[in-house]
T-cell receptor, first 112, second 116 residues
Framework: QQQVKQSPQSLIVQKGGISIINCAYE??????FPWYQQFPGKGPALLIA?????SEKKEGRFTISFNKSAKQFSLHIMDSQPGDSATYFCAATSGGYQKVTFGTGTKLQVIP | EADIYQTPRYLVIGTGKKITLECSQTMGHDKMYWYQQDPGMELHLIHYSYGVNSTEKGDLSSESTVSRIRTEHFPLTLESARPSHTSQYLCASSDWGQGASVEKLFFGSGTQLSVL
């Protein structure tokens, strides 16, 4: 049973546009929600993370929106650039990464 | 520079061979992890370690084994490789609970294993 559902599976956005990736979770015990970015041939790297006591977190062009009542969170990439083309994974955990559940990933392509 | 290293990057072997995937980190992290990643699928935790002499199995059943004799080293071994083991294996470490402001996994670049 997949505890974190991620959509869409793939996304094509024009340069300068907004990329939006959505995730939904079921386990209300989750208390940490990181997003990882993975380029081809590389391991994932943490992009941004949020805890459920805030509804939004922004770092540069990247924003997480968190809706605790709906058990949903999303990643917004503003002014998307070709260099943002990568696979993005949402994740959720409670009490450490040994308990983390990852989404299935979204392959983002930003076209010029 | 602090980092996490995996070798080899690519490995093609025949069925029945014993293999060891190497993973080392220079960050002094207590916690280390092995994930299996297939295209279009989420990362699955197969092993983790809280520190030296600590090893635990993850959520995904795996025929591999791990050891943690030194803090910096966390190798994964397959005694008898099969085609079903073909996958990408990612090693990671974390300083979760050691006072970091942001809890994150530091990943290696992975080993792509193909078993013929």
């Amino acid at each position: 049973q997949q505890q974190v559902k991620q959509s869409p599976q793939s996304l094509i956005v024009q340069k300068g546009g907004i990329s939006i990736i959505n995730c939904a979770y079921e386990n209300t015990a989750f208390d940490y929600f990181p997003w990882y970015q993975q380029f081809p041939g590389k391991g994932p790297a943490l992009l941004i993370a949020i805890r459920p006591d805030v509804s939004e977190k922004k770092e540069g062009r990247f924003t997480i929106s968190f809706n605790k009542s709906a058990k949903q969170f999303s990643l917004h990439i503003m002014d998307s650039q070709p260099g943002d083309s990568a696979t993005y994974f949402c994740a959720a955990t409670s009490g450490g990464y040994q308990k983390v559940t990852f989404g299935t990933g979204t392959k983002l392509q930003v076209i010029p | 520079e602090a980092d996490i290293y995996q070798t080899p990057r690519y490995l093609v072997i025949g069925t029945g061979k014993k293999i060891t995937l190497e993973c080392s980190q220079t960050m002094g992290h207590d916690k280390m992890y092995w994930y299996q990643q297939d295209p279009g699928m989420e990362l699955h935790l197969i092993h983790y370690s809280y520190g030296v002499n600590s090893t635990e199995k993850g959520d995904l059943s795996s025929e591999s084994t791990v050891s943690r004799i030194r803090t910096e080293h966390f190798p994964l071994t397959l005694e008898s490789a099969r085609p079903s083991h073909t996958s990408q294996y990612l090693c990671a470490s974390s300083d979760w609970g050691q006072g970091a402001s942001v809890e994150k996994l530091f990943f290696g670049s992975g080993t792509q294993l193909s078993v013929l």
